[in-house]
């Protein structure tokens, strides 16, 4: 009997060693991100989504359709469940709630940097005040130490498709209802959200789009948006939680977040 006991405790350890991690009491869904009692989004998802989602892509239909010619939502192609538990606010402040991050102002040219215990950025986090300019709002993404957040990002998955002569890298963030970052443009990636919603707003590189550099998404979708002519209006769609966005190379976007957010990018440089 003693030596079954034994065996059964062995079991018992390496299961809970192997085991995947499972969301705590108030995790479930939202990973505790969403505070209860909040108020709602200010801003509801778009009428109708003018981006293309696919769940059975393949990499040569990537390539021919989409990967230099116009974004694309992409389903299904990885299992994230790992990563997603372990972003769960109660799992993030237990691992990382020490460290400093660097906070970025969510304008187009992100001037300002300024740097911040995570635990009291992920406290301080609420809605967007709309009339707020993008050089007055911090937002964590892209300045992400490696080396001490490489416990959590080598449980990622990153979309199976690459570009020829492109190294991807990761930026990982968190944001606030109603926050986001205003119209700039760079190099292809993939964004995914772990986490809440993230609207995107995207124009091709010969269309530069009407925006003030300095205010922020809410603003823009408040103040200009409303006014574009059908013709003039952005490609636009709500990202939820398990989908990623494809962008190609030089194409504007902006983004918003439509609830408390976890996102990460892996940026194709």
Request: charged content about 20%.
């Given at each position: 009997?003693?030596?079954?006991?034994?065996?059964?405790?062995?079991?018992?350890?390496?299961?809970?060693?192997?085991?995947?991690?499972?969301?705590?009491?108030?995790?479930?869904?939202?990973?505790?991100?969403?505070?209860?009692?909040?108020?709602?989004?200010?801003?509801?998802?778009?009428?109708?989504?003018?981006?293309?989602?696919?769940?059975?892509?393949?990499?040569?239909?990537?390539?021919?359709?989409?990967?230099?010619?116009?974004?694309?939502?992409?389903?299904?192609?990885?299992?994230?469940?790992?990563?997603?538990?372990?972003?769960?606010?109660?799992?993030?402040?237990?691992?990382?709630?020490?460290?400093?991050?660097?906070?970025?102002?969510?304008?187009?040219?992100?001037?300002?940097?300024?740097?911040?215990?995570?635990?009291?950025?992920?406290?301080?986090?609420?809605?967007?005040?709309?009339?707020?300019?993008?050089?007055?709002?911090?937002?964590?993404?892209?300045?992400?130490?490696?080396?001490?957040?490489?416990?959590?990002?080598?449980?990622?998955?990153?979309?199976?498709?690459?570009?020829?002569?492109?190294?991807?890298?990761?930026?990982?963030?968190?944001?606030?209802?109603?926050?986001?970052?205003?119209?700039?443009?760079?190099?292809?990636?993939?964004?995914?959200?772990?986490?809440?919603?993230?609207?995107?707003?995207?124009?091709?590189?010969?269309k530069t789009p009407e925006f003030h550099p300095n205010k922020t998404t809410l603003?823009?979708?408040?103040?200009?948006?409303?006014?574009?002519?059908?013709?003039?209006?952005?490609?636009?769609?709500?990202?939820?939680?398990?989908?990623?966005l494809y962008f190609p190379d030089r194409w504007w976007h902006a983004t918003l977040?439509?609830?408390?957010?976890?996102?990460?990018?892996?940026?194709?440089?």
């Amino acid at each position: 009997m003693a030596r079954w006991r034994g065996h059964s405790l062995l079991l018992l350890v390496l299961w809970t060693l192997t085991a995947p991690a499972q969301p705590g009491p108030g995790e479930e869904g939202d990973g505790g991100w969403q505070r209860r009692g909040a108020a709602p989004a200010a801003v509801a998802e778009e009428e109708r989504c003018t981006v293309e989602r696919r769940a059975d892509l393949s990499y040569a239909e990537f390539v021919q359709h989409y990967a230099f010619s116009r974004p694309v939502i992409l389903q299904g192609l990885t299992d994230n469940s790992r990563f997603r538990a372990l972003c769960s606010r109660k799992r993030l402040l237990a691992s990382f709630g020490d460290n400093v991050i660097r906070l970025s102002t969510a304008n187009t040219y992100s001037y300002q940097k300024v740097d911040l215990l995570f635990q009291e950025y992920v406290e301080q986090l609420h809605p967007q005040d709309p009339t707020s300019l993008g050089n007055n709002t911090l937002y964590f993404f892209g300045d992400n130490n490696f080396t001490e957040w490489a416990s959590l990002f080598r449980h990622y998955i990153p979309p199976p498709f690459g570009l020829l002569g492109t190294t991807p890298a990761y930026s990982f963030g968190i944001a606030g209802t109603g926050s986001g970052v205003p119209f700039h443009w760079h190099g292809p990636g993939f964004s995914e959200v772990i986490y809440g919603r993230k609207r995107w707003f995207l124009y091709p590189p010969e269309k530069t789009p009407e925006f003030h550099p300095n205010k922020t998404t809410l603003a823009w979708l408040q103040d200009t948006y409303p006014a574009l002519a059908p013709s003039a209006r952005p490609l636009e769609c709500t990202i939820q939680a398990g989908e990623v966005l494809y962008f190609p190379d030089r194409w504007w976007h902006a983004t918003l977040n439509l609830d408390t957010s976890v996102f990460i990018s892996t940026f194709l440089s």
